[in-house]
């Protein structure tokens, strides 16, 4: 188990620097931070010596990957590759625009994050699971057809016509619930019981098809046919054997996902007020930090690939067939 857990970090790795390289490239040299120094001055000519001073103040003002002016080791690390691109790998992201901590900024709306995403995902999974099941159990009845037929239209329809739908109707007519905005405590689930059920709403139709398509595939086979030979309900097979052995397939879509919880929903967020990392990286892409931006690109990056490799272990975990060894 500790092999094969080890050879799936290492196949990580070059994954993790490729998108930290692309990524240093396109802040770095594709834009380069004379172009940054323009787009955030707001003086109508900027000259070299404004330009400069900006960069100075930024960290910006060293060379891309050798630094000739230096001696012995510094001439490698007084780089901007080494300042602003591998302690990315310390997970040391440095300082927004405004002076502030990044990391400190991460670690305070990552909650929020995780109180809109968590109810989402875990109320989503057993919404699409439970109507999957239904589906199987009248599959190729009218109620299965007419199923298909809305959950194709929930996934034609684009997010956004749901929150805005959303909030017209249960905020700004019913007042249900508070258009946007945010508060910790008890008052919290004012504020996320419309995000979180257009969230799950909005997921139906995906979700819906994907499981069905899972269990559909898991019905023909040969244990099922033995199970219902013996006289099983209908019921009992598919809560009791065909549940069960379609699990694998559905952690394959699971378990990737829930690191990524931490990330928040960039339009969701966004859209809610709601001051979670989601929102964080959309301020920050309009206010042109690129500190943030390069923080939260490489920290999602990451946390994909710990989905990636979460879900070979549980794989290797649940499947007997799958081999430690291999």
């Known amino acids: 188990?500790?092999?094969?857990?080890?050879?799936?970090?290492?196949?990580?790795?070059?994954?993790?620097?490729?998108?930290?390289?692309?990524?240093?490239?396109?802040?770095?040299?594709?834009?380069?931070?004379?172009?940054?120094?323009?787009?955030q001055l707001e003086a109508k000519q900027t000259t070299p010596e404004m330009i400069q001073?900006?960069?100075?103040?930024?960290?910006?003002?060293?060379?891309?990957?050798?630094?000739?002016?230096s001696s012995g080791l510094d001439t490698v690390t007084e780089t901007l590759f080494v300042q602003e691109s591998l302690k990315l790998f310390m997970l040391d992201f440095g300082q927004a625009d405004n002076g502030r901590q990044i990391s400190e900024d991460i670690q305070e709306r990552m909650w929020p994050s995780l109180a809109i995403a968590l109810p989402t995902f875990l109320i989503g999974l057993v919404t699409n699971i439970a109507l999957a099941l239904l589906i199987v159990l009248f599959r190729g009845s009218v109620l299965d057809t007419a199923t298909m037929i809305v959950a194709v239209a929930i996934m034609s329809i684009s997010g956004l016509f749901y929150i805005i739908a959303g909030q017209v109707l249960f905020s700004k007519m019913l007042h249900w619930v508070p258009i946007s905005g945010y508060?910790?405590?008890?008052?919290?689930?004012?504020?996320l019981i419309l995000p979180v059920a257009i969230g799950v709403f909005a997921g139906l139709g995906a979700g819906v098809r994907w499981y069905r398509s899972i269990f559909l595939e898991e019905i023909n086979k040969d244990y099922i046919r033995t199970a219902r030979a013996k006289g099983l309900s209908e019921i009992r097979l598919l809560f009791g054997h065909l549940l069960q052995n379609g699990l694998l397939p559905i952690l394959t879509g699971v378990v990737v996902i829930i690191p990524t919880l931490f990330m928040g929903s960039l339009i969701m967020e966004s859209f809610f007020g709601i001051p979670g990392l989601g929102s964080y990286t959309i301020d920050a892409i309009n206010a042109q930090d690129f500190g943030i931006v390069k923080a939260m690109v490489f920290l999602g990056a990451l946390l994909y690939i710990i989905g990636l490799i979460l879900t070979d272990l549980s794989y290797a975990f649940f499947d007997p067939r799958v081999r430690f060894d291999q």
């Open 53 to 69: 001073a900006w960069k100075q103040s930024h960290g910006y003002d060293k060379p891309l990957f050798v630094n000739n002016e």
């Open 1 to 39: 188990m500790l092999a094969y857990m080890v050879r799936r970090l290492i196949y990580a790795v070059p994954i993790l620097i490729g998108v930290n390289l692309i990524t240093f490239a396109l802040f770095f040299m594709v834009n380069t931070p004379d172009d940054m120094a323009r787009a």
């Open 183 to 191: 508060e910790s405590g008890w008052e919290m689930w004012r504020f």
